[in-house]
């Protein structure tokens, strides 16, 4: 089993920054792609960045030039930099760890609270 503990949430003004880490621990296959999802309160989860074991990234066009992610595939670790947050960003964040083997398999963060205030 494979489980993923997410910190770095917070409230933050307006044009501020925020950095959010996710660790990941149990039975991991090396090669598979991390990233980050949103969700807002009515709106459906979507996808923020993702980043494969070989270091392709991918961003949502709304953070472009906002946030960047990175991994640390020694410790199994994935982090998202915050820049320029705006009140829209505010959501429920979550880790996400997908490993496609014959079968897709997403494992999911707890989830952490990002709040920009306006």
């Known amino acids: 089993q494979v489980q993923l503990v997410e910190s770095g949430g917070g409230l933050v003004q307006a044009g501020g920054s925020l950095r959010l880490s996710c660790a990941a621990s149990g039975r991991i296959f090396s090669i598979n792609t991390m990233g980050w999802y949103r969700q807002a309160p009515g709106k459906q989860r979507e996808l923020v960045a993702s980043?494969?074991?070989?270091?392709?990234?991918n961003y949502a066009d709304s953070v472009k030039g906002r946030f960047t992610i990175s991994r640390d595939n020694a410790k199994n670790a994935v982090y998202l930099q915050m820049n320029s947050l705006k009140p829209e960003d505010t959501a429920v964040y979550y880790c996400n760890l997908a490993v496609r083997l014959a079968t897709l398999y997403n494992y999911w963060g707890q989830g952490t609270q990002v709040t920009v205030s306006s």
């Open positions: 980043i494969t074991s070989g270091g392709t990234t």
